[in-house]
Each structure stands twice: as C-alpha cells, then as structure tokens.
C-alpha cells in the first residue's frame, strides 16, 4: 500500500512496485487521483486497488485491506504543506491537520497492516520524510516537525518489528518536482534548486527508485536508516 499515491512522489513509488510484479493498493484522499493511478498501472499490465479514503481512518483502511489480503508493504508517503507559515501564522487547525496526515496517517497506514506482516513473518515500512525534518528550514515548522517525527518512528519501529523480520526506514528527498512543490510556483521549485550540488530538483520516479530498492532484496540488510536523496542540498551524518 502507498498513501498519497494520487499524485508526485506517491504515484511514481506505486508505479515503480507495480512495474517490478507488487499487487498495490493505491491509496488517497481524492478518489479521482486514486483512479488516475490505478488506470496508469493496469495500463502498463500492472495490479492495482483502489483506496479513496483520509489516510488517518484506520477503520476505513483495516476494512478495505482486510478484503485484499496481507499487505506486506507500506509506503507512508500521504502529506499536505506547510503554506510557507512562520511560526506566529500557522493555525492551530492547520497544524492539527498537517500532523494528522504526516504522523497519525503514518501510524494509522501501518497499524492497518502490521498484523499481516506479523503473521507473514515478513514486511517492509518505508516512510517518506523530507531533508527539512533533518536540516530544518526557516519557515513551515510543523511540517519540518513532522517529517522529524516519521524519522524518528522509523527508528523506533526498526526496532520494535525486527523480530519479525520487518524493516523499517526513511527516504528524506531534497527538492522534488510535484504536484506539492509546483503549488509554490516555478520559480520557487527553480530558486530551492539552485541549493542543491547538482543545481536540479529530482523527478519523483528518482525518489521512488530508492523505495523500491528498499522494499526489494537489495534492500534486506537495511533497517532503522535514513537515505537521503537530495541532490547535496543538505549533507548530514558522521
């Protein structure tokens, strides 16, 4: 299952595990994105479901998954922007909703599916932070916050879930060109590029070739990580 796969980044990571034989669930808010991707997949020959929900309803995605079967594979990529808020402008009503999504839509995901998992003795967690959950930025910081958090769980559940040989980590993409990014403009997608080392925004089939290489064999040693796709635009680590 991959949420927020209507679009960017989502879309590309369902894609990209449809391609190499994974049966997706293809999960988002707005049920014509939801069937856009499904459509682009079983265009390509590929398996995929349909999930048009909130992605924090665990009851709606327990119900639904519980028809398919185990799902052994989580995307937790659903999320919303920041708008660019200082701290003195961001609602409370928006930053419940931003955490609502990005962490509890993260938790809600992976608590629908952890039983299979378990029972398969098998799975695979990978959830989709963001470069400024490691660096910060100077606006959007509770959206800097909970992109900080999914890291921070992505560590917590490596260890929680390795008994049952399920692996867990984090992807933190620098600038990405999607659907969220490009609300801000073309210009501002150029400007943040230009801070990256290789002066270019990723494509979002770049970041979900990493999900993929984490949700595949390649990817059996690893758990507990943070990869960072980010073109340079931030360097951190030992």
């Avoid at 999320?79 to 930053?95: M, S």
């Avoid at 378990?118 to 800097?144: L, M, P, T």
């Avoid at 270019?200 to 059996?220: K, N, Q, Y």
């Amino acid at each position: 299952m991959i949420t927020g796969a209507g679009s960017g980044i989502g879309r590309a990571c369902a894609q990209a595990l449809a391609d190499a034989g994974a049966e997706v669930v293809v999960q988002d808010l707005m049920a014509e994105r939801v069937e856009a991707t499904v459509a682009a997949i079983q265009a390509k020959g590929g398996q995929a479901h349909a999930l048009a929900c909130d992605v924090g309803d665990e009851a709606a995605l327990s119900a639904v998954l519980q028809t398919i079967g185990p799902v052994t594979i989580v995307v937790n990529n659903a999320g919303v922007p920041g708008n660019g808020a200082t701290l003195e402008n961001i609602d409370r009503a928006e930053y419940d909703r931003l955490m609502d999504v990005h962490l509890w839509g993260a938790y809600a995901a992976t608590r629908s599916c952890i039983a299979g998992m378990k029972q398969e003795r098998w799975g695979r967690i990978v959830n989709i932070a963001s470069d400024r959950g490691q660096v910060g930025f100077e606006i959007s910081s509770h959206y800097c916050a909970a992109k900080a958090a999914l890291i921070g769980a992505s560590k917590a559940w490596a260890r929680e879930f390795a008994p049952w040989n399920i692996l867990c980590n984090a992807v933190a993409p620098g600038v990405t060109r999607t659907a969220m990014t490009l609300g801000f403009g073309e210009e501002a997608v150029a400007e943040e590029a230009e801070t990256t080392l290789l002066k270019r925004a990723a494509e979002p089939e770049e970041i979900a070739a990493w999900v993929l290489t984490l949700c595949s064999p390649t990817g059996d040693f690893m758990t507990g990580q943070v990869l960072c796709p980010n073109g340079g635009q931030a360097i951190v680590g030992i």
